[in-house]
């Protein structure tokens, strides 16, 4: 059974950081690529970030190059995004999610229950 358990969100100031953590179980990790998405209030889901498995690429939406970044460590079955300067824009539900860019955004079969990040002064 996949479970994909989310944690690190919170309330921040504009230009603040937070590091988002995922948890990963029931599935080998290593050989699946694994996403970020984020929702707003309201909103369709917004793709972050993905890391590939086979090769290790990284790629971010341009809405965060620069700011955010998104690692694995397939040792421990996590995956993290360092998310620096942080904008009212960014304010959402962050999911950790098993696939690539088409694979998350297709379905919901495989995101976690999400967790909250707020940017606000």
């Known amino acids: 059974q996949v479970q994909l358990v989310e944690s690190g969100g919170g309330m921040v100031q504009p230009g603040g950081s937070l590091r988002l953590s995922c948890v990963a179980s029931?599935?080998?990790?290593?050989?699946?690529?694994m996403s970020w998405v984020r929702q707003a209030p309201g909103e369709g889901p917004e793709w972050v970030a993905t890391?590939?498995?086979?090769?290790?690429?990284?790629i971010v939406d341009n809405s965060v190059k620069g700011r955010f970044t998104i690692s694995r460590d397939n040792s421990k079955n996590t995956m993290s995004l360092q998310m620096e300067n942080l904008k009212p824009e960014d304010t959402a539900r962050y999911y950790c999610?098993?696939?690539?860019?088409?694979?998350?955004?297709?379905?919901?079969?495989?995101w976690g229950q999400g967790t909250q990040v707020t940017v606000s002064s």
């Open positions: 890391t590939y498995a086979n090769s290790g690429r990284t």
């Open positions: 029931g599935f080998t990790f290593s050989a699946y690529d």
């Open positions: 999610a098993r696939g690539a860019f088409r694979e998350v955004m297709a379905r919901r079969d495989y």
